[in-house]
Nanobody
């Protein structure tokens, strides 16, 4: 049974940093595309960053230059280093496994497996 567990969220002042982690189990992690999504109150869930099984990376425009996704296949984890945080980054951040990766962000589709989410709150 697939399980994704996020950690690392919290409250931080604007300009600060956080590092989110997602531990995966029950899946063939090394061959699965992974990603981070987020959902702010009253808004739809949106893609933040993806990393393929081969290490290919794509970021949403809002994340470029500030957020860094990485994966450790030995530990079955992905991480999201978040720097220069802004109040508009406030959201529930979800880890996703098995996503369909495409060169066009609009064609990327989330996989079937989600974590429970970790809250990131950035104060102004």
């Amino acid at each position: 049974q697939a399980q994704l567990v996020e950690s690392g969220g919290g409250l931080v002042a604007a300009g600060g940093s956080l590092r989110l982690s997602c531990a995966a189990s029950g899946i063939a992690f090394s061959i699965v595309n992974m990603g981070w999504y987020r959902q702010a109150p009253g808004k739809q869930r949106e893609l933040v960053a993806t990393i393929t099984s081969g290490g290919g990376i794509k970021y949403a425009d809002s994340a470029k230059g500030r957020l860094t996704i990485s994966r450790d296949n030995a530990k079955n984890t992905i991480s999201l280093q978040m720097n220069s945080l802004k109040p508009e980054d406030t959201a529930l951040y979800y880890c996703n496994a098995g996503l369909f990766y495409a060169a066009s962000e609009a064609r990327i589709r989330p996989g079937d497996y989600w974590g429970q989410g970790t809250q990131v709150t950035v104060s102004s």
